[in-house]
């Protein structure tokens, strides 16, 4: 078989680049390890930024993001009793888009249904051979059968464990990471959320977040040891805990009911260089990883996908190199900064077991300028309603 591009990995980063690419008339096929239910069952991001809105509109599948999403024009963030709200309209004049990342990609899946797109399922033995090459070919397994596809170029949009960044070379290759010293438990909960934009809260005992998908479910998580895990949780003793960490108001409104979902997911900053080897590009968390204090996990996978897809577009329309080879340059610009605002953030909210009490002094200095100086919040504004592509 042969197509333009394969893309391996069916979560956001490969089918929104696929439906860009079918879009244009350029034929991909996609590689997903796992089942389509599997991947729409995972809970993961709920923060659009406005160039994922724009990307979603262009490959055809924003009309159900604009009719059931909520945009927000700001959040609230708390530190024991005291709150402040960040305008991110009053600083930057766009909002972010609340629109979780499970119907993000169920909106994928159906355009790419719908347009007859192949994607292959349970694929197993994913190798990619000949990426340094003008010839990539990918060999892999379904249902114990083995299959060959010849191609120009390979996506890897496989995440954080998946094979493409490993088929670059460990010579060619570099990596920088940060490992937090503590997890996020989060749980899902068919109740009305707390407020109607989202609460950074830093407290003495840790960071809470409440968030929401719609005015009927809502997503809130704790800071959490490491070693903790989701059953070591009672329902009940979530909510008690996120009460300690949210201003009495808040907690008092707090409406808490059973968790439709419990997880537990550990923080990191990670970066891949380069994001290309020959005509292999890495594509979201393939490349890298953020903290998802700041919500730039999923929109900075839109933004590799906004530079390839604009680069194999004009490779395949004249014939130009510049998009493709500019790449993985313009993608790790953009990168690098999203990783600081989450880093930044993050230590900006969250308590760190090694933290003396200078530490403690430093951090609420910290909030309390972000409280009182413009500049500072229209920074912190313009990084979370997301920096130009
Ligand atoms: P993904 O990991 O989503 O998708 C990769 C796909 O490749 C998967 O479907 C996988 O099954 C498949 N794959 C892997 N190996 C393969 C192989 N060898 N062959 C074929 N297919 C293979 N971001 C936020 O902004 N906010 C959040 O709150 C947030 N929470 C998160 C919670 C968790 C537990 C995790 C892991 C991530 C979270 N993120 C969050 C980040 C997340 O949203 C990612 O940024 C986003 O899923 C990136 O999308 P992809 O790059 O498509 O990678
Ligand atoms: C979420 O709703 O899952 C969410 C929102 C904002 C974040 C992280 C997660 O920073």
Same mark, same amino acid.
Request: hydrophobic residues 35%; glycine residues 8%.
């Given at each position: 078989? &042969?197509?333009?591009?394969v893309?391996?990995?069916?979560? /956001?980063?490969g ?6 690419l079918?879009?244009?008339g350029?034929?991909t ?8 239910d599997?991947?729409l069952?995972?809970?993961?991001a ?7 809105l ?5 490959a055809?599948v924003?009309?159900r993001?604009e009719k059931?999403?909520?945009s927000h +024009?700001g959040t609230?963030?708390s530190?024991?009793? *005291?709150t ?6 009053? $600083? ?5 888009m609340i629109?979780g990342q499970t ?8 355009a790419?249904?719908?347009t007859?797109? *192949? ?8 190798v990619? $051979?000949n990426?340094?090459?003008d ?18 170029f390979v996506?890897?949009?496989d995440?954080f ?9 460990l ?10 010293p ?5 749980i ?11 609460i950074?809260?830093a407290?003495? &005992?840790?960071?809470a977040?409440c968030?929401?998908r ?7 998580y704790i800071?959490c040891?490491?070693?903790?895990k /989701?059953e070591?949780w ?6 008690e805990e996120l009460?300690?960490?949210? /201003? ?7 409406i808490t009911?059973?968790?439709i979902?419990?997880?537990?997911a /550990?923080?990191r ?7 290309? !080897?020959?005509r292999?590009f ?5 490349a ?6 700041g ?10 996908v906004?530079y390839?897809?604009?680069g194999?577009?004009?490779y ?8 493709i080879?500019?790449?993985?340059t313009?993608?790790?610009a953009r ?7 989450? !880093?930044?953030?993050? +230590?900006?909210?969250?308590?760190y ?8 002094k430093?951090?609420?200095?910290e ?6 100086n ?5 920074a912190m ?6 920096l130009p592509?």
């Amino acid at each position: 078989m &042969r197509t333009a591009v394969v893309i391996i990995g069916g979560g /956001p980063s490969g089918l929104l680049l696929s439906q860009l690419l079918h879009v244009h008339g350029i034929d991909t096929v996609v590689l997903e390890r796992k089942t389509k239910d599997y991947v729409l069952n995972r809970v993961r991001a709920g923060v659009l930024e406005r160039g994922m809105l724009d990307l979603m509109r262009q490959a055809g599948v924003a009309d159900r993001m604009e009719k059931e999403g909520h945009s927000h +024009s700001g959040t609230v963030i708390s530190y024991g009793e *005291k709150t402040f709200r960040i305008d991110f309209v009053e $600083h930057t004049g766009h909002a972010v888009m609340i629109y979780g990342q499970t119907e993000v990609t169920r909106d994928l899946y159906e355009a790419h249904e719908e347009t007859g797109g *192949k994607i292959d399922f349970n694929v197993e033995n994913v190798v990619i $051979h000949n990426a340094n090459t003008d010839a990539p070919h990918v060999i892999y397994k379904v249902d114990g059968e083995s299959r060959r596809i010849d191609c120009d170029f390979v996506a890897g949009c496989d995440g954080f464990h998946g094979v493409s960044r490993q088929t670059i070379p460990l010579d060619v290759r570099r990596e920088y990471e940060k490992i937090y010293p503590f997890g996020w438990l989060g749980i899902l909960s068919e109740t009305p959320p707390v407020h109607h934009e989202l609460i950074y809260a830093a407290s003495k &005992r840790g960071f809470a977040l409440c968030s929401m998908r719609n005015e009927n479910l809502s997503r809130y998580y704790i800071q959490c040891a490491l070693s903790e895990k /989701p059953e070591d949780w009672t329902d009940e003793a979530f909510w008690e805990e996120l009460k300690r960490r949210i /201003p009495t108001k808040q907690a008092e409104e707090l409406i808490t009911g059973p968790s439709i979902e419990k997880s537990i997911a /550990p923080l990191r900053s990670f970066v891949t260089e380069p994001m290309r !080897w020959g005509r292999l590009f890495l594509c979201g968390d393939a490349a890298h990883i953020v903290p998802p204090t700041g919500a730039k996990g999923l929109n900075t996978a839109a933004s590799d996908v906004h530079y390839l897809f604009n680069g194999l577009r004009d490779y395949y329309g004249n014939g130009t190199t510049d998009g493709i080879d500019s790449y993985s340059t313009k993608a790790l610009a953009r990168v690098w900064k999203a990783e600081r605002f989450s !880093w930044w953030f993050s +230590s900006l909210m969250h308590r760190y077991p090694d933290q003396s009490e200078f530490d403690l002094k430093m951090q609420i200095a910290e909030i309390e300028f972000l409280r009182t100086n413009h500049a500072a919040q229209k920074a912190m504004a313009e990084n979370y309603v997301g920096l130009p592509y």
